[in-house]
Structures are given as structure tokens and as C-alpha cells.
């Protein structure tokens, strides 16, 4: 089996917290994979979502909530409360590439799991990293070099039901290489979400009087689309509609609940309207969007075992749970890993799928464009927060402007704690809008990615794909980025744009084109096909 490695309540006892833990909440940081905005039931779609739906009920939304529009960015700047640049991980192109593109974040920069660790939490890491150094891949690049003191963490994953690569604690698991002795009843989401179940028994049982950080980090519903055949064929004939209505569907849900409004962009020129596909086209883009929304449905059943393990050990009540995404549903179309077999059952092991365009429209309903552009689609995430003694009102949704940025200076905050003066945190605390909803305060926000960038100053956004015209718009009056300002606003867009250049020289942004001889194979048009 893959795992084999049983926490021992010794070693639990034997870890040392450096101070004594003040009487903060538990955290409890749930991050999915390649997720869209509108996935959730309570953000719009038809994928059953309960617990989720639950904690928002109970809790609270956010509608314009962040993050950087890619994964390892993403995870950056959410652990060190600096923009991925800062922190040397805008890329990993190695030792030779400009200080930000390097993919080495420095050692004198904390992770949000150190700060709290000092703090006296007990902290717990369960699923992706993506944030060991690029040129130093030792002990201390890792979770458990980091400030967790444990950690089930994905190494190399590739397939959900037998990953490459897996570190339990400090020992590394490889799949074996004999087919025949991989595990017949692994699936990732589940076993991430077993050791998360066993920690927490762990912990109550030795140190229940410490307070946790438990960073759950998901890799569904990331490709390729692998979830149990019995969950698939719950979805399967769901999604015959086709993107373009599921999209419709969505952006009506979002406007009756107050969440969005706006008007639906053009559908992505590489996508053919559903009405012109054969019926076996749209059995084919059905079942893909069935194994999308089967990965979504079991991370809600998992994350509704850990919700009922912090209930059976009273500790609901006080404990701060976050859930979001770590960029839009992704339009890649590709195989890797093991490979594909176009002759077994679409969402096994030996298949290798992708979400791809259309219905990555579908699943960012009701925005534009998909991770890794800087349009809506690419970089928001749906937030909820649930805390029932900090949060009182339940069901709100909270218009508050956020980014990843803010959760080091939020989780500070809350655990009651200052944050170190040597590092320039670009993040402000959300405390304020989670305690008070109806609370909106004005933000500067920034983005970019590999050539791709962003600015919002309050209400107005300017963005620009590689390549293209920067465009502005009035997110507060056209959040989905259809009525394109710049010609009638040209001194706006001007300083604006200056503002993103000097912000980027600040933060050690190099134009992509510069970047060239850093990545030969990094096409600059592979997003697009």
C-alpha cells in the first residue's frame, strides 16, 4: 500500500512549541485544484455540494475574493503573504534566470505554518505543496521544513488512483513499478482526507488543549479527470444541455442570490456552440464534465468527515474554516503521466482527460477566460468562511474586495499575533469583512503571469493578455469584462498602466518576452490550443 506510515502518538507528544498557545481559534485552510468560480452548489452550479452548501449557509461568501491565477503562484504568495515574485516563485527556471523566476523561496522568508507554529499551534500539512525550491530540493524545501509538524504531502502525483510519488512524514513512497501491485482501492481525496481524520483524533486525544492549523490542500478537480466510476454515473447525462446553457443556468443562479451580476461574454473562439456537435460529441463532453463534477462532489463528502470529526470533539464551534481554489478551471488539453488509453472507462487510472475550453467556460461562469489569464475566469475563486463564534451572520455574502495576499495577515490577526517587521506583507487583514459583511473597504490589487497581468485600483481593473491591447472596465458595474473602456478613458488606462509598471519593477516582474532562453519549451501559445 501506499500508505505505511502510522502517526505514533510519541513522537506527537515529543514535538516542542516554542511558546506557550494563546487562545486562538483552530484554522482550518481547505485549497482545491483547478476549480471555477461557479462550481459549488452555493455558487451556482448543479454539482451536490452539501457541506459546502452547509458551511455557507452557516457562514459566509465572498464574491470578489482572489488568487494569482496558477498553482504554484497561487500557494506562494497564500504561505509567505508576499506576491509570487517577491517570494522567487513566479516561475522555476533555475538559478540562472532573474531572482524571481528562479523557483527558490528564500529561507528569512516564514511561511504561514511557521508563524503559527511559533505561535503554539499544532499544524498539519494533507495533499499539494508545489512550493519546494527549484534548485534545493533538501528537507527544509518540504512541509516538515516548514513549520508542519506532519505532513502527508503529494510529491508527484499524475494519476489520483496510484500517484508517482508520495511524502508520509520524511519517508518518500514511490509507486511500485509492477502494475499488479498497485493499490485497488486508493483514490487521493480519500486518503488525504483519512490521514486529515487521524490527525485530528491524534490530536485531541495528546494536545487538545493547542490550538491546530490544518492546510488541507486538494489536487481535485485538477486533470487528468479520474474520480470512482459509481460517483461518475451520478452525473452522467446531467450536463447533455451543453456548456452554453450551463452557463446561463449559473450566471442566473449568481444574480438571484446577489453574488454577480452581468452580462455573459462570448463563448472562447476555439469552442463550437453545443448545438452543432453529433450526439456522440456530446456524450463524449458529457462524461468529462460527469468526472469534473464527481471529483468536486467527493472532496464535499470528505471535507463532511473532517467537519463531523471537529463536531464529535466539540471543536466546531471555535474553528476557522476557510475554502477556495487555487486559480480558474483550466482550458490545457494534454497527456502525461501515464499516458492514455482511449479504450478504457473515461475517469479510470489509465485514462488521461482534461476539462479543456468549453466546459472550463462553464465551470468560470459567468466570467472570461481560464487559469493562468488575469480576466476574471483565470483569477477568482469562490471564498466561504465559516467560524461560528466569530462569524454571526450566517448565510451573508460579503462584497469585500480579497486576495491570497490576505490570508497570512487575517490568520495573524485572528490567532493574535504580529506579524514579523523585516517582510513587507502586501496583504491587508480580513477580519473586519468576515466579522462584518456588509464592511467594504477600497483595495489596490496586482497581477502577473507569464505575460499576463492585471491591476484593480478600487472599481476599475485594467487587464492584458500577452500580447494584446490593455483593456479596462468597471468591475463594479461589468464584472464579466464585456464593455471594454480604454477608448473612452485613455488618461485613466494611462495611469493605470503606470502604475502597474512601477509596481512590477518594484516587485522584480520581467516582461516574458525578456524570459525567452528561460523556457525554450514554455510555448507562448500552448494555452490556446
Known amino acids: 500500500m501506499l500508505r505505511s506510515y502510522v502517526i505514533s502518538s510519541v513522537l506527537l507528544l515529543a514535538t516542542a512549541f516554542p511558546v506557550e498557545a494563546k487562545d486562538g481559534p483552530n484554522i482550518l485552510l481547505v485549497m482545491v485544484d483547478d476549480m471555477g468560480f461557479s ?21 459566509l461568501r465572498f464574491s470578489s475574493f482572489y488568487n494569482t491565477g496558477r498553482c504554484w503562484s497561487t500557494r506562494a504568495a497564500l504561505m509567505t503573504g508576499v506576491h509570487q515574485h517577491q517570494a522567487g516563485k513566479a516561475m522555476s527556471f533555475g538559478a540562472n534566470a532573474p531572482r524571481a523566476y528562479q523557483g527558490n523561496i528564500p529561507r528569512s522568508l516564514p511561511f504561514l505554518s511557521e508563524l503559527l507554529h511559533t505561535q503554539g499551534y499544532a499544524t498539519y500539512h494533507l495533499g499539494k505543496w508545489h512550493l519546494n525550491n527549484r534548485t534545493n530540493r533538501i528537507a527544509e524545501s518540504w512541509p516538515l521544513g516548514r513549520g508542519f509538524n506532519r505532513s502527508y504531502c503529494i510529491a508527484s502525483q499524475n494519476n489520483f488512483f496510484a500517484p508517482w510519488t508520495m511524502r508520509d512524514e520524511d519517508e518518500i513512497i514511490r509507486r511500485p513499478k509492477d502494475r499488479s501491485q498497485w493499490p485497488s482501492d486508493y483514490y487521493i481525496t480519500t486518503a488525504l482526507t483519512d490521514r486529515a481524520v487521524e490527525n485530528l483524533d491524534e490530536h485531541f486525544k495528546v494536545q487538545g488543549d493547542i490550538p491546530f492549523f490544518m492546510y488541507l490542500a486538494h489536487t481535485a478537480p485538477h486533470f487528468p479527470l479520474h474520480a470512482p466510476q459509481e460517483t461518475i454515473e451520478k452525473y452522467l447525462g446531467t450536463f447533455k444541455h451543453g456548456w452554453d446553457e450551463e452557463r446561463k443556468r449559473r450566471l442566473s443562479y449568481l444574480e438571484s442570490t446577489g453574488l ?90 489509465e485514462t488521461y482527460l482534461c476539462l479543456e475550453a468549453g466546459w472550463s467556460n462553464a465551470a468560470n461562469s459567468p466570467f472570461r477566460e481560464h487559469k493562468m489569464w488575469m480576466h476574471e475566469g483565470g483569477i477568482s ?99 464579466t469584462e464585456t464593455n471594454d473602456l480604454s477608448q473612452l478613458l485613455p488618461t485613466m488606462l494611462t495611469s493605470m498602466v503606470k502604475f502597474w509598471d512601477d509596481t512590477a519593477r518594484e516587485i522584480g516582474v520581467v516582461e516574458w518576452d525578456r524570459l525567452e532562453e528561460f523556457h525554450p519549451n514554455y510555448a507562448k501559445d500552448y494555452r490556446r490550443k
Not at 468527515?305 to 464529535?312: A, F, S
Not at 497581468?453 to 483593456?471: M, T
Open 260 to 349: 454577480v451580476s452581468g452580462t455573459l461574454p462570448e463563448r472562447d473562439e476555439v469552442v463550437s456552440a453545443w448545438e452543432t456537435l453529433t450526439e456522440n460529441e456530446k456524450d463524449q463532453w458529457d462524461v468529462r464534465m460527469a468526472i469534473h463534477a464527481a471529483m468536486i462532489d467527493i472532496v464535499d463528502q470528505q471535507l463532511g468527515r473532517v467537519i463531523n470529526k471537529l463536531r464529535q470533539h466539540q471543536a466546531l464551534e471555535n474553528t476557522l474554516i476557510l475554502f477556495l481554489s487555487d486559480n480558474g478551471a483550466s482550458a490545457e488539453k494534454l497527456v502525461r503521466g501515464d499516458g492514455h488509453d482511449p479504450d478504457a472507462l473515461p475517469g479510470s487510472g
Open 381 to 479: 475563486t469562490p471564498l466561504i468562511v465559516h467560524w461560528p463564534k466569530g462569524v454571526r451572520k450566517s448565510g451573508a455574502i460579503s462584497h469585500q474586495v480579497g486576495h491570497v495576499l490576505d490570508i497570512v495577515p487575517t490568520l495573524a490577526e485572528v490567532a493574535g499575533f504580529d506579524l514579523p517587521e523585516h517582510v513587507h506583507y502586501q496583504g491587508s487583514s480580513l477580519l473586519r469583512a468576515i466579522k462584518k459583511p456588509q464592511q467594504r473597504d477600497t483595495r489596490v490589487l496586482f497581477w502577473e503571469h507569464v505575460g499576463n497581468k492585471a491591476l484593480r485600483i478600487g472599481d476599475l481593473k485594467i487587464v492584458q493578455e500577452l500580447g494584446k491591447p490593455w483593456e479596462l472596465y468597471n468591475i463594479a458595474e461589468d464584472r
Open 39 to 59: 462550481d459549488l452548489g452555493c455558487y451556482g452550479s448543479s454539482i451536490d455540494t452539501p457541506v459546502l452548501d452547509g458551511l455557507a449557509a452557516n457562514g
